[in-house]
């Protein structure tokens, strides 16, 4: 795994604007909980090299979300006019849940869950 994160590393880095290696141990550990991440939604062994830059894109979001640069980014959740009502989300599953859609295609049907058949028909 540490070839694929010296190779998602730089694009996370310019993702979030850092030029030195200050944040590097936590954008690595940050990295590898998404590529977990979308290794396990997906039911893959290894990572494909098109799901690279989502991976620098997911650990971004991760970095922001989380607040490790000193201020969380907030996700706006629910946006209500009648009575003024925000809310935002400010959980790390919303990190993945963005980028779902764009991991559909890889994931591998070969292995699905019961709960995934509900619905479908038999043959």
């Not at 009575?83 to 959980?91: G, M, P, T, V």
Request: negative net charge; aromatic residues 8%; contains cysteine.
């Amino acid at each position: 795994m540490e070839d694929l994160i010296a190779e998602i590393l730089p694009e996370t880095k310019l993702l979030l604007g850092f030029t030195d290696e200050e944040h590097d141990e936590l954008l690595t550990l940050l990295i590898e909980t998404a590529v977990n991440d979308a290794l396990a939604y997906c039911r893959l062994d290894f990572l494909p090299k098109q799901l690279y830059g989502l991976i620098a894109q997911i650990t971004a979001k991760l970095w922001r979300t989380e607040g490790y640069g000193g201020e969380a980014y907030a996700a706006v959740r629910t946006i209500q006019e009648g009575d003024r009502r925000i809310e935002f989300d400010l959980s790390a599953d919303n990190a993945l849940g963005d980028f779902r859609d764009r991991l559909k295609p890889y994931v591998n049907k070969a292995g699905r869950l019961p709960s995934e058949l509900d619905g479908e028909e038999t043959a």
